[in-house]
Nanobody, 121 residues
Framework: QALLVESGGGLVQSGGSLRLTCAAS????????AAWYRQAPGKERELVAK???????DYGDFVEGRFTITRDNRLNRVYLQMNSLKPEDTAVYLC???????????????WGQGTQVTVSP
């Protein structure tokens, strides 16, 4: 089993910045893609950013150049730098990764528990 743990959330004023970290642990051989999703109360979960092994990146339309996803393959970590935060960015941010474990024969998708981001006006 792999475990994804998010950190870095919190309360920030509009226009501020936060850096989220997703730490993957376990007997991990490889991480194919990794992504950040978010879910606000009463809304569907939506993709924030995704990064592949080859560093190809995709972002939700609402990001508008404010966020940057990066990964550290040596440490099995994924980061989300969020700048110019808006109140509408308030949500639980969840890490998602496609992981191959040592001894495994297929990639499996894992989710973290999430970290709360709250942006005040």
């Amino acid at each position: 089993q792999a475990l994804l743990v998010e950190s870095g959330g919190g309360l920030v004023q509009s226009g501020g910045s936060l850096r989220l970290t997703c730490a993957a642990s376990g007997y991990i051989r490889d991480i194919n893609f990794a992504a950040w999703y978010r879910q606000a109360p009463g809304k569907e979960r939506e993709l924030v950013a995704k990064i592949t092994r080859g560093d190809s990146r995709d972002y939700g339309d609402f990001v508008e150049g404010r966020f940057t996803i990066t990964r550290d393959n040596r440490l099995n970590r994924v980061y989300l730098q969020m700048n110019s935060l808006k109140p509408e960015d308030t949500a639980v941010y969840l890490c998602n990764a496609d992981v191959l474990l040592y001894g495994g024969d297929a990639y499996q998708e894992y989710w973290g528990q999430g970290t709360q981001v709250t942006v005040s006006p």
